[in-house]
C-alpha cells in the first residue's frame, strides 16, 4: 500500500510540475514578445522552454539552468525608418543560462550567459534589397566566399539605386545592429536594429548555403521583468 501511495504521489507531482512549467513557458514567451516585439507580423511565432527537471524545485529556489527561447518570421526595421525597408528574420534562436530571478517584486531577472543564433534567408535579403531599391528589377542576393568575423560576404547582383550593383557585398553585424553593404557603393543599403537582452550582442556572422547566420552572446545578461517565477 506504502508503495502505492509514492507512486500516486510521484505521478501527481509530475503532472503538477508539467502543467506549472506550461504555464511559465507561455507567460515567458508573451513576455518575450511584449518587451522585444518578436511576434511582430502576421507569420511570427515565438516559444520558450524552461528545461530541466524538476521545474517547481527550480522555481521555488528562484534560479533556472536552462531557459530556451526560439523566434521565427518576425521584422525588424531600419534605423531610418526607410519605406518598405523592414527586414524579415527566419530564426532567433536564445539560449539563456543560469537564470536567477533578482527581484520578485520587480519581476527582474538575470542570466550568466546567453548564447544565440539570428538566421536571414537569402530570399528575405533579396526581399528587402529589391523594395529599397525601388524601379529597376529584383535584386537578388547569395552565398559568397570569404566571410570574417563579423563581415559575411554575399553576392549581390541587380540594379541598387539606379546603379548596376554586380559583385560581393558585406554585411556586417555589431552590436545589436545589421548593415548591408552593396558593391561599389560608399554607405550600407540599410542598417536594421534587432531588439536582443541588455548586454547580449552580435559576435560573428557567416554565409552558409541556407542563408546568413549571426551569433550573439552576452555575460550577466539583464532581463528586466521576468515571468519565470511564477
Not at 55 to 60: G, K, N, R, V
Amino acid at each position: 500500500m506504502l508503495a502505492i501511495t509514492v507512486v500516486v504521489l510521484a505521478v501527481l507531482f509530475t503532472v503538477a510540475d508539467r502543467v506549472a512549467v506550461h504555464y511559465a513557458d507561455k507567460e515567458a514567451a508573451r513576455l518575450a514578445e511584449q518587451k522585444y516585439g518578436y511576434g511582430n507580423s502576421t507569420d511570427s511565432s515565438i516559444d520558450v522552454s524552461i528545461k530541466g527537471f524538476p521545474f517547481l524545485t527550480q522555481a521555488f529556489a528562484q534560479d533556472f539552468d536552462h531557459v530556451a527561447l526560439t523566434a521565427e518570421n518576425f521584422t525588424v526595421d531600419t534605423t531610418s525608418n526607410a519605406q518598405g525597408g523592414y527586414l524579415a528574420v527566419e530564426r532567433l534562436r536564445l539560449d539563456l543560462h543560469g537564470v536567477t530571478v533578482t527581484s520578485l517584486t520587480a519581476r527582474s531577472a538575470e542570466a550568466n550567459l546567453v548564447a544565440g543564433t539570428l538566421t536571414l534567408s537569402y530570399d528575405q535579403l533579396s526581399g528587402v534589397l529589391t523594395r529599397l531599391a525601388g524601379t529597376g528589377g529584383p535584386v537578388k542576393v547569395a552565398q559568397a566566399p570569404g566571410s570574417d568575423g563579423q563581415a559575411a560576404r554575399v553576392t549581390i547582383s541587380g540594379t541598387v539605386g539606379g546603379r548596376q550593383a554586380d559583385g560581393t557585398g558585406t554585411l556586417l553585424a555589431q552590436g545589436n545592429e545589421i548593415s548591408l553593404s552593396t558593391p561599389g557603393a560608399e554607405q550600407p543599403a540599410a542598417t536594421w536594429r534587432v531588439e536582443l537582452p541588455e548586454n547580449v550582442g552580435f559576435s560573428a556572422a557567416r554565409a552558409t548555403p541556407d542563408g546568413v547566420q549571426i551569433d550573439m552572446v552576452g555575460h550577466l545578461v539583464n532581463l528586466g521583468t521576468s515571468r519565470f517565477s511564477r
